[in-house]
């Protein structure tokens, strides 16, 4: 997700140098380049359709909750990323020379700053759910109502203060050698993302093995399904893109195929989470032709809610159940 069309760019530039033999090979890449971003195409058109429903639910049709709030966020930064992936690839497959310095700045923005923004969420996810399972009494008690739009606001503007100055050192100023600046904001924005994978990766795991340890007693709630499920997504599809973008510096080691293949991961992490969604809210429930904001509502119900709010959210379920 993190800068992969400056990535692109220059296996692509030195293949315009190269001549004779490597003219089969060059066409090898070419061919194996559209044939992926054609796939990355219908992905993210996927993930249009799928996160632009879960935003319009959200925001219209389903109470709101402090996990919705993540949610919301969460669909936003990813309905964001695969509108500039299609964006970007578009452009790619037209060829619009006269387009690509524009496009080519805003998908960077962009992809840096939604990138980093999902992450910093699904860290707060996970560590909100890690403690309220562990601490129910003491979460219950101190966790504030307006504590995710807190957390939320705060990530998109640390997102922004850390990634625009990288995207102008790194990409408006980029030459022949990166400046001084690029380095030092690489450095304090990959230690960001370092830290939120890390803080994400060890609260899942508590949650994962805390099932695991309670198996008999404890059954899993759909909420923390839904968590470990999405986390595990970003793991094995965000986390190789991320690794492809920190080896870029090293020449050496770039791997077109690898990249190519990270690209399209990464699309299938921004576009994957609604149907996630679904897929949890509609476990054991068969009935046909259920409204979606039904699903979507009892797949992000929180339990660790007061009894009083469940009572709420149940009565809401059989209102929307109830044809009009």
């Known amino acids: 997700m993190m800068s992969s069309n400056l990535i692109t760019e220059m296996p692509q530039n030195h293949s315009e140098q190269t001549s004779g033999p490597s003219d089969s090979h060059n066409s090898t890449y070419d061919t194996f380049t559209e044939v992926v971003r054609i796939i990355i195409l219908f992905i993210c058109l996927c993930g249009v359709l799928g996160n632009g429903i879960v935003l319009w639910l959200l925001t219209f049709h389903i109470r709101r909750t402090p996990f919705s709030v993540y949610v919301l966020n969460l669909a936003g930064s990813d309905l964001t990323y695969v509108f500039l992936e299609i964006v970007w690839v578009i452009n790619y497959l037209i060829n619009r020379p006269m387009f690509i310095n524009i ?15 999902g992450l ?92 695991l340890w309670s198996a008999q007693k404890y059954k899993p709630k759909k909420l923390v399904s839904l968590i470990l499920l999405t986390v595990f997504v970003f793991l094995l599809c965000a986390v190789p893109h991320g690794i492809n973008h920190s080896v870029f510096n090293w020449k050496a080691m770039y791997n077109h195929t690898f990249h190519e293949i990270s690209y399209l991961l990464s699309c299938v992490n921004s576009s994957a989470n609604p149907f996630i969604y679904f897929f949890i809210g509609s476990l054991r429930h068969q009935r046909l032709k259920e409204p979606l904001r039904v699903v979507l509502q009892r797949a992000l119900r929180d339990d660790s809610e007061p009894s009083e709010d469940r009572v709420t959210s149940s009565r809401t379920d059989t209102t929307l159940h109830t044809p009009a």
């Open 103 to 117: 496009i080519y700045l805003l998908t960077n923005m962009g992809l840096h700053v939604t990138f980093t923004v």
């Open 120 to 211: 910093g969420l699904l860290a707060s996810i996970s560590t909100q759910r890690c403690l309220s399972i562990l601490f129910p009494i003491w979460y219950r008690n101190h966790n504030p109502k307006r504590g995710p739009m807190v957390v939320c606001g705060l990530l998109w503007i640390l997102s922004l203060i850390l990634n625009l100055p990288k995207v102008y050192y790194c990409v408006v100023k980029m030459e022949n050698l990166p400046p001084p600046g690029c380095d030092i904001m690489s450095k304090l924005s990959g230690t960001l993302m370092l830290s939120m994978l890390l803080l994400m990766t060890l609260s899942s795991l508590i949650l994962f093995i805390r099932i």
